[in-house]
């Protein structure tokens, strides 16, 4: 069909707009018959012998060349026989698909791989199936392979591949596929975390390359940084078009309150202050329930070193609050519970379990942990013969980016600012303008009628929320190394106090890529150290119906750009927790250049010596 | 019916029937390739490899062979003006039917048993029935292969002739016939999952239904219309006529193959062409 319009610095050029993909009215509905020969039946006698299983209504959906469309959606919601129904492999039911141009689907890895064959005959069968001419394989064989990094192995059987590698290889090949669509279905979960990350700059590349592509994937953050469109699809239609930062936003935010329904029991054993005791036994009941995926090997080797200060602490035969586990119960295991750990991208931390006897050393199955000496502490009092119950979150938030599978290689730069968060009453007199008075809302854009952009779950609210300069004065504008004071405003809606205070989480996302620049919070106890002091820092230990959070950073070491920042409560609380409310993308931060613009994001504090060569 | 709706269903059938040939010859290399795929599937990482699509049929033959002129007294009474014995008239029955059998079977789990690919490619499906054939005429390539070389030696060289003549038009018609048997068994198979059973049932007293292990008139009279009533006779009656009696005779029983053919490939290209976009709901 129409070749790629050339591209010129990431702009494209050519025809400004051709409609690649065009749905009209389709809907799409699978035909279940009860008996094998009704179908027959049916198609002799004309009558209906069916019934319809409806996954796709009334979809209506024009894509034009060179849109990337991410697609969202629950399982089951009819993401997959979309692309099917464009890529032709279904027929729909009703309603017209006009595809402009040759397709590639990479619905599913590994289709038509015969595990006898070598890894190149496989390459080769596949891409000439996918439509690939034989020249063209020959032309792009090698850097298949390299991609795949199987360069010495690709002519042995695919079935001595480990399933990494398999994995790999049927990802090289079907990516390598030139077309004017490309659909994509999750196919980005291949191998281990560097093929990871170069399977997604693949679809990166391909996604700029000028096609059209349609992308279907549960990783809201992906699609927030390949797609320049998003739809929902909920129930087999459309329930959101527009684009990706808003609908992956209002997707999240579903999806959260939806884990905080299921984990109903969890929120509930939050507790209030007077019954913090209570409180863990509770939370160890609900943890054993929770279906426990694997802890990729990043998180297990957070859990071992917090394991490490968790045994030196019951070594000392007394549990800092810290932990949480004062609980009179005798628990049977450390038990790592799901948590909701990164703010934002919304997605959801990975279940962790870690079993660990406290009271026998010997049978703990972290060594180092056993010979870790005692610590002296101001702890004073309680019997740890029971196991330990501690939540995840402490730790995992110690690194939210790396914990989640974000695979991009440079998603990890993640910088720690220096931040001074304070907590004091609400109606403190140093701020008049944190009272939510009307004029202050405006001013943010905070009002009650734009709630439903916020997730909450109805436990706190977010009154206010002010970026402020040196001077106090309100602004989304800072510079270079200046002064950038957040202050929010927060209120508890439930009746009673809960055990843990209200603390607060931002996240700064850049804005030309949203890729995450800087997350900090109030919950995550930077040291071991801290851990055990965890209560004692004036930031956590305050308790109130309302509150005010303030947080100080000075300087500002981001680079001149616009930033995305995302702001969330969270009680203060090492172990798990969900928060209390959120909202991603709350508004842009603008920092200017001071002086020169910094090649990078972020800039260092540095202490600088240059001398004699000498010592 | 009026004329005009005739002419209308022959169009549409003409269009499929099209739609077909060109979807195989537009990917005539990818075909190429599966083919290659096919013969090598079977025998891939066996010791000898495709070494055993040349040992498989030359044994059968062999054993055959054996059967027939040692072990049974046939009654196939031979021509005069042939020269050929009892041995040839079978072996030019059986080898048809085995590629007709193998055609049958294996066809019709050629779309079935690739629902991945049919789900997750866009792809010719017709391929899928078509590279079927590859199997069976590669087995009874070299079959016939044995078959020219052991006719020529007891023959001595006389009906050499008629092979060249006969053997390419009526290979083209085998193809044809097979072709769209092929179509019509692998779609028909995706919607009645029974169709496979049939065809077992058929292929196992097709060797006994069909004259290939005795001469049409050497059984009784009242049953005979049954051999009549399957295409396939027709076919077997050609190959007998080309290898065993040498010649291009028995004109009636090429025309009523050569309709077969046409029949059954315009049908079965119909029928795949309409039905393939609904294989995705039914695997």
């Known amino acids: 069909m129409t070749a790629t319009p050339p591209i010129v610095h990431g702009l494209q050029v050519g025809p400004p707009l051709e409609v690649a993909i065009c749905l009209d009215g389709v809907s799409k509905a699978y035909k279940l018959y009860d008996r094998p020969f009704s179908f027959l039946k049916e198609a002799l006698t004309g009558r209906s012998y069916h019934r319809d299983k409806i996954v796709l209504s009334d979809i209506s959906l024009t894509l034009q060349r060179g849109e990337i469309l991410g697609i969202i959606g629950r399982n089951g919601a009819g993401k997959s026989t979309l692309l099917k129904l464009i890529a032709g492999t279904l027929a729909p039911s009703a309603g017209d698909i006009a595809v402009n141009g040759r397709v590639a689907a990479i619905l599913e890895l590994g289709t038509g791989f015969n595990p006898n064959y070598s890894g190149r005959d496989n390459v080769i069968l596949s891409a000439l199936m996918r439509g690939m001419s034989e020249e063209a394989v020959r032309r792009k064989f090698d850097s298949i392979v390299a991609f795949a990094g199987l360069e010495g192995v690709i002519d042995e059987p695919f079935h001595t591949y480990s399933s990494g590698m398999q994995a790999r290889l049927a990802f090289a090949a079907a990516t390598a596929v030139e077309a004017d669509v490309i659909l994509i279905d999750e196919a980005l979960a291949a191998g281990d975390v560097r093929f990871a990350a170069r399977s997604l700059r693949r679809i990166h590349d391909i996604c700029q390359s000028g096609v059209t592509a349609l992308f279907v994937s549960h990783t809201t953050y992906h699609v927030m940084q390949l797609c320049t469109r998003a739809i929902w699809i909920d129930d087999g239609r459309i329930r959101m078009d527009g684009a990706p930062i808003d609908v992956t936003r209002a997707y999240d935010y579903e999806m959260l309150d939806a884990i905080a329904r299921d984990n109903g029991r969890t929120s509930a054993s939050l507790g209030t202050k007077g019954d913090r005791r209570s409180g863990s036994s509770a939370m160890s009941e609900a943890s054993v329930e929770a279906p426990v995926p694997a802890l990729e090997t990043a998180g297990l080797e957070r859990l071992l070193n917090s394991a490490h200060a968790l045994k030196s602490a019951a070594d000392e035969s007394e549990v800092p609050r810290a932990i949480g586990a004062q609980s009179p119960v005798q628990v049977e295991a450390v038990v790592l519970e799901p948590a909701l750990v990164e703010l934002a991208t919304g997605q959801v931390g990975r279940c962790a379990e870690a079993e660990l006897a406290a009271d026998a050393p010997e049978r703990l199955r972290l060594k180092e942990a056993v010979q870790e000496p005692a610590r002296p502490g101001n702890l004073s009092r309680g019997q740890s013969n029971g196991k330990l119950v501690v939540g995840e979150t402490a730790l995992a938030t110690c690194a939210p980016f790396s914990l989640t599978p974000s695979v991009l290689e440079s998603s990890d730069a993640c910088a720690a600012p220096k931040a001074t968060l304070k907590e004091s009453t609400f109606e403190s007199p140093v701020d008049a303008i944190m009272r939510p008075t009307a004029t202050a809302k405006d001013k943010v854009g905070f009002a009650e009628g734009k709630r439903n952009t916020r997730f909450s779950t109805g436990q706190y609210r977010m009154l206010d929320i002010a970026f402020l300069d040196r001077a106090g004065r309100r602004t989304h504008t800072f510079r270079f190394g200046e002064t950038l004071r957040l202050v929010v405003g927060y209120e508890c809606l439930m009746p009673e106090l809960p055990e843990y205070s209200c603390g607060l989480a931002a996240a700064f996302r850049r804005t030309t890529d949203f890729e995450p620049v800087m997350y900090f919070n109030t919950n995550y106890p930077h040291s071991n150290e801290e851990l055990l002091r965890y209560f004692d820092a004036p930031f956590r230990n305050y308790f109130g119906r309302t509150g005010r959070i303030e947080a100080v950073i000075d300087p500002l070491q981001l680079r001149a750009g616009e930033y995305h920042v995302s702001l969330g409560l969270l009680p203060n609380q090492p172990g798990p927790h969900e928060f209390y409310e959120f909202e991603r993308a709350y508004c842009c931060i603008n920092v200017l250049a001071n002086g020169f613009d910094e090649p990078s994001v972020f800039y260092p504090i540095v202490q600088w010596t240059n001398g004699p060569l000498e010592n | ?283």
């Not at chain 2, 169009?11 to 990818?30: F, M, N, P, Q, V």
């Not at chain 2, 919607?191 to 009784?220: C, M, Q, S, W």
Request: hydrophobic share 55%; net charge positive.
């Open chain 2, 1 to 283: 019916m009026t004329f005009g709706g005739n002419s209308m269903i022959l169009t549409t059938y003409a269009k499929s029937t099209g739609e077909c040939i060109r979807a195989i010859t537009t990917h005539r290399r990818l075909l190429l390739a599966l083919i290659k795929r096919e013969l090598s599937d079977e025998y891939v990482s066996h010791g000898l490899s495709i070494g055993w699509t040349f040992i498989h049929p030359l044994i059968l033959m062999l054993v055959y062979l054996f059967l027939f002129t040692e072990v049974f007294v046939t009654r196939v009474t031979v021509i005069p003006g042939s020269g050929a014995n009892a041995v040839v008239y079978l072996l030019s029955g059986i080898i048809p039917w085995l590629a007709i059998s193998q055609v049958m079977s294996r066809s019709a789990m050629s779309v079935v048993g690739n629902g991945a690919i049919v789900k997750q490619m866009s792809f010719p499906l017709e391929l899928l029935p078509i590279k079927t054939l590859a199997g069976p005429f590669m087995f009874a390539g070299i079959s016939l292969v044995f078959l020219i070389v052991y006719g020529l030696w007891i023959t001595r060289g006389s009906i050499l002739p008629a092979y060249l003549l006969g053997l390419p038009p009526l290979v083209i018609i085998t193809s044809m016939q097979l072709a769209g048997l092929a179509l019509l068994l692998g779609c028909l198979q995706v919607f009645v999952r029974d169709l496979k059973e049939f065809v077992n049932v058929f292929l196992t007293i097709g060797l006994f239904i069909h004259p290939i292990l005795y001469l049409p008139n050497a059984i009784p009279a009242a049953v005979r219309p049954i051999i009549y009533l399957s295409p396939f006779s027709y076919l077997i009656f050609c190959w007998q006529n080309v290898l065993f009696y040498g010649e291009v005779g028995w004109i009636w029983a090429w025309v009523v193959s050569v309709a077969f053919a046409v029949i059954f490939f315009v049908l079965g290209a119909r029928i795949f062409v309409v039905t393939k976009n609904h294989f995705g709901d039914f695997l």
